[in-house]
């Protein structure tokens, strides 16, 4: 059995420095670049898996780099690729560099119904202990549950209204006549399916 909190919680004060691991799937989102200089800052030492040309292969502030040569891997392939780098690198913590990669590990972390393991026992607690309980994935993936979550804890949020038809669009955007109106999928990423509709008539075509 792997005891993850033992390293991260006494190796900051050790000679060795306590390993995380960046994944990242998207080879064109550059922010998760900026994080490896500050982690290192902080006293990690930081290894990456993602593909060769994303910006996060670039930076010079991680100890090891795992990258994929294949241009546009499968599923199969990431996991793969998962599982043969937390073994060999092993990690404290994994921290997802994008969206997309977020759901992925959320796949990996939770136990499989059917008893049928995605990835060994001791890669998925690894990603377990990393993102947290598999009952709150939901809230992370989900704006409207993120919303609801938002609420629950007394954050200041944007008036928001959970709409399946034209007519509840309508009374939303009936009751703000001032606009606009931001119209969004519940799932998605970089401002996929997002629609900022400043009258009837645009949020009508949005919809």
């Known amino acids: 059995m792997l005891l993850l909190c ?3 919680t006494l190796s900051l004060r050790t ?24 982690l290192q800052r902080a006293g990690f030492s930081v290894g ?6 994303a910006p996060l292969a670039k930076t010079r502030f991680v100890r090891q780099f795992y990258l994929l040569r294949q241009r ?13 780098t937390v073994q060999d690198w092993r990690p404290v913590l994994t921290i997802p560099g994008d969206d997309p990669t977020v759901e992925f590990l959320q796949q990996v972390a939770r136990p499989d119904p059917a008893g049928e393991p ?12 990393s993102l947290g309980d598999s009952d709150s994935f939901a809230a992370t993936t989900n704006k409207n549950a993120l919303y609801l979550v938002a609420c629950e804890l007394g954050l200041r949020t944007r008036a928001l209204r959970v709409g399946a038809c034209w007519e509840e669009a309508r009374s939303f955007i009936a009751e703000r006549p001032g606009g606009p109106v931001v119209l969004k999928s519940p799932t998605g990423w970089a401002g996929q399916g997002v629609r900022i509709c400043r009258n009837r008539r645009q949020l009508r075509e949005a919809f």
């Open 6 to 8: 033992g390293p991260l």
């Open 15 to 38: 000679k060795r420095a306590p390993r995380l691991l960046i994944v990242a799937r998207q080879p064109d989102w550059g922010g998760i670049a900026r994080l490896p200089r500050e």
């Open 48 to 53: 990456v898996l993602c593909q060769p040309g």
């Open 72 to 84: 546009r891997p499968r599923e199969a392939t990431w996991v793969q690729a998962l599982v043969q």
């Open 118 to 129: 995605v990835v060994p026992e001791r890669v998925r607690r690894t990603m377990a202990f």
